[in-house]
């Protein structure tokens, strides 16, 4: 059984930057594609980012394009989100999510396992 946790939230400046980090356990890491979601109050929780088996696909949200980049290193275990040129829309929680599929979905459903999410506020 996989488990992911995130980590690398919290509060930051409009403009500033933050690296979210997911570690996997307990399975092959490195056969799965990992997506990253995040999901703001009141509202559902929404494709952001993600990265295939071995790294080589990116697909980004047309809201974080340009601004986020998402990486892993199996050697770690470990999808990273980077994200830049914050904005306060962009708070909400981050949770990472990992598909025994080859390339990452936008789709919730089509991931095996949840990270317990990790919170990012973005101030203006």
């Known amino acids: 059984q996989v488990q992911l946790v995130e980590s690398g939230g919290g509060l930051v400046q409009a403009g500033g930057s933050l690296r979210l980090s997911c570690a996997a356990s307990?399975?092959?890491?490195?056969?799965?594609?990992v997506g990253w979601f995040r999901q703001a109050p009141g509202k559902e929780r929404w494709f952001v980012a993600g990265?295939?088996?071995?790294?080589?696909?990116?697909y980004y949200a047309g809201s974080v394009k340009g601004r986020f980049t998402v990486s892993r290193d199996d050697a770690k275990n470990t999808v990273y989100l980077q994200m830049n040129s914050l904005k306060p829309e962009d708070t909400a929680v981050y949770y990472c999510?990992?598909?025994?599929?080859?390339?990452?979905?936008?789709?919730?459903?089509?991931?095996?396992?949840w990270g317990q999410g990790t919170q990012v506020t973005v101030s203006s």
């Open positions: 990265i295939s088996r071995r790294g080589g696909i990116t």
């Open positions: 307990g399975g092959t890491f490195s056969s799965y594609a």
């Open positions: 999510a990992g598909s025994n599929r080859w390339r990452p979905s936008q789709e919730r459903g089509e991931y095996d396992y």
